[in-house]
């Protein structure tokens, strides 16, 4: 029988932490072993049972080193100083962690990749079962329909999210860029403005809306000679991404080392 998952809950009062506890309440292979958010919540010093309803014999922490000698892994879904000051953290506690942070650039990329040298990461713009089948799906789509058809993604968020485009649209544009056998760098634009002439047929369009509650929607077109492909995807509840990071935790229970992405996770990849 394999142990329980001992799991510290990064960013605990926020719209994701508190779906993600809900999430990791309901599943017997699980210990929430800690909680912790950032130094200057209101909710600090309180008890779990006064913030979340469950009588755990925890309080909302600051002193993330303390809390992750306790835990086995991390889920993080909060802001990009913050996730990389708990990497560093985790690395020296020998921590693993489920990263659902968006926003990070190139070279924090590649510092959770030598992190996970020492470590076991799983990182994902989107945790969802979904939208990671959808990545499969667009890369396989842009490989059969060629440059003939012109690729352009979109997304829309919520009024509050401070990075755009949203990971998982870049993330689909990355597939669709693997698919064609070129790199998105060379290849992206991200919106369009002004006289910008005749669209270059090996473009690959980028584009975030905002407004609202929404959650997260996602959509690739293909368009091409007589026709239109369209696929969509769509959120409604933060659940899924709660649901995704759970398999994740569970997932790097049998890993010592390495970065692994939710494709991993789910056998796609």
């Known amino acids: ?6 799991v510290i809950v990064a960013g605990c009062c926020g719209k ?18 800690g909680v912790f958010e950032h130094p200057r919540n209101s909710n600090l010093g309180r008890s779990f049972k006064e ?27 909060t802001e ?11 690395e020296q506690a020998r921590c693993k962690m489920v990263i659902g942070t968006t926003g990070l650039q190139e070279s924090e990329m590649q510092e959770l990749k030598r992190i996970a040298q020492r470590t076991a990461l799983v990182q994902a713009p989107n945790m969802g079962i979904g ?24 997304e829309m968020h919520h009024n509050q999210k401070k990075d755009a485009p949203s990971g998982t649209a870049l993330a689909l544009a990355e597939a ?40 997260g929607e996602h959509g690739v077109i293909f368009a091409g000679p007589g026709e239109k492909i ?4 769509s959120v409604s509840s933060r659940s899924v991404f709660a649901n995704g990071a759970l398999l994740a935790a569970k997932f790097l229970q049998k890993k010592d080392k ?3 992405t939710m494709q991993e996770v789910l056998g796609i990849k």
């Open 80 to 90: 990009r100083e913050s996730t990389l000051n708990t990497l560093r953290i985790a």
């Open 176 to 215: 669709a860029a693997q698919g064609r056998g070129t790199s998105l760098k060379g290849v992206a634009v991200h919106g369009r403005q002004g006289i910008t002439g005749a669209r270059k047929q090996n473009e690959i369009g980028i584009h975030s809306l905002r407004g609202g509650d929404v959650v």
């Open 230 to 233: 369209e696929i969509r995807h």
């Open 131 to 154: 939208v990671n089948l959808l990545l499969d799906v667009v890369e396989r789509m842009s490989t059969l329909l060629k440059e003939e058809y012109n690729i352009e993604v979109w």
């Open 258 to 260: 390495g970065f692994f």
């Open 1 to 6: 029988m394999m142990s329980k998952v001992n």
């Open 51 to 77: 913030v979340f309803g469950q009588d755990l014999p925890l309080f909302i922490e600051k002193d993330v080193a303390r809390v992750a000698a306790a835990g086995d892994v991390i889920i993080d879904f």
């Open 16 to 33: 994701m932490g508190r779906q993600i506890i809900e999430v990791l309440l309901q599943d017997a292979e699980v210990l929430i072993k």
